[in-house]
């Protein structure tokens, strides 16, 4: 027994020595007591126990074994997990302040090994088109009735009836044709009225001054002269003595001028005589294309006389379309039927073949006063002075 436990006692000291470099206190300094303890030769006059059959206690100093825990050097095994962690951090902020390479930016990040994929080539993005406004123009009635179309051309009405001035997708501009005593039966134009989807339904119309008032949605406005009023948020109708005159004739008279601000830019000016109206409208051309007796403004003249826009929309305003709460009654004078006599022959026989047709949608007869207001268009539509021939053939 006494030898195991002597030469385990010399190799733990000369352990002890070897790791701090020759010195007790060295080796006291870097070992701490770290386990349960085991009997140890600690030397003369250190224990509490000596050799014998079992360890027997005698006291302090009194033997020469004594229990001790064993030791590690635990401090330098703390500093070398020090050290290590030191140096990983170290590594991790060399790698980190790479630059990137997939930028030239001052962004920093990891260098991969994956190559940079380049940029996909696109085509560049068109410039939206935009397109030109659309033209802006006149169309104008006078007398009996007279028109000058959106672009230029000269056609004539004669006969009585409700009448297309502009037909559009949106907007819509009816004239009222009848017949005075200062025009021999011949027709002028009496009432316009202005409706359609532009107007979301409202129905503005204005006659001569013998014809009632004016009207907003069936009910009288303006009463007062002058005066404004306001369809909503959509439409401005002023009533008073400014504004241009039409015809240079009408100077001499008081002038009752109704001006409308509508949607979509147009402007309605009605010029109020006693027994017709004179009348102009200013607007955009209808994307979509439009028609009526103020012509089908496709920057061609030729094809606005009264025969091609009856041909193309009809004789008069269809049923379903009337903005006029009814049709007026039509006539025809001595005058007209004298004038209606002296029609061509090809061109009546053109009026009786083509009449039918456009009048096919109405009630009236096609062989009554309706149709020879119609064949009265056909013949003399393209003569801007029919009243003065009239005249001169004392009719």
């Not at 402007?267 to 007796?293: E, H, K, S």
């Not at 002296?342 to 309706?370: I, W, Y």
Request: with cysteine.
């Amino acid at each position: 027994v006494g030898g195991r436990v002597g030469g385990g006692v010399g190799g733990g000291v000369s352990a002890g020595v070897g790791c701090c470099g020759g010195g007790a206190g060295c080796a006291e300094g870097c070992l701490v007591a770290t386990g349960a303890g085991v009997m140890t030769n600690v030397g003369p006059g250190r224990g509490e126990y000596i050799i014998s059959t079992d360890y027997k206690y005698v006291g302090l100093g009194a033997g020469n074994l004594s229990v001790v825990a064993p030791r590690e050097i635990l401090w330098c095994r703390i500093a070398l997990l020090v050290l290590s962690i030191l140096a990983i951090l170290l590594l991790l902020f060399v790698l980190t302040r790479q630059p990137a390479t997939t930028t030239s930016t001052t962004t920093w990040t990891l260098r991969t090994t994956q190559a940079a994929l380049p940029e996909p080539e696109t085509e560049p993005t068109p410039e939206p088109e935009t397109l030109p406004p659309m033209p802006h123009g006149e169309c104008y009635y006078w007398g009996d009735p007279h028109v000058v179309t959106f672009d230029g051309g000269r056609p004539s009405f004669y006969g009585e009836g409700e009448f297309w001035m502009v037909k559009s997708a949106a907007v819509w501009i009816q004239g009222r044709y009848k017949g005075t005593i200062y025009t021999k039966g011949l027709a002028a134009t009496n009432r316009v009225a202005v409706g359609g989807p532009f107007l979301k339904g409202h129905i503005i119309t204005v006659g001569c001054l013998e014809d009632g008032p004016i009207t907003v949605d069936g009910l009288a406005v303006l009463n007062d002269f002058p005066s404004t009023y306001r369809v909503g948020e959509l439409a401005t109708v002023t009533y008073n003595a400014e504004g241009r005159l039409v015809d240079e004739a009408t100077k001499v008279w008081e002038k009752h001028i109704v001006h409308m601000e509508l949607p979509l830019g147009v402007r309605v000016t009605v010029l109020r005589w006693r027994n017709y109206v004179d009348f102009r409208v200013a607007m955009q051309r209808q994307p979509g294309g439009q028609d009526g007796g103020c012509g089908n403004w496709n920057g061609d003249p030729s094809d606005d006389t009264t025969r091609a826009i009856m041909d193309r929309i009809g004789a008069r305003v269809e049923h379903g379309k009337l903005l006029f709460r009814h049709r007026a009654d039509v006539t025809m004078t001595e005058v007209e039927k004298k004038l209606l006599a002296l029609c061509p022959a090809d061109r009546l026989e053109e009026a009786r073949r083509k009449c039918p047709d456009e009048l096919q949608n109405f009630k009236h007869s096609t062989n009554g006063v309706l149709s020879n207001s119609c064949f009265l268009d056909n013949c003399f539509g393209s003569n801007e002075h029919a009243l003065r021939m009239a005249k001169e053939l004392g009719l």
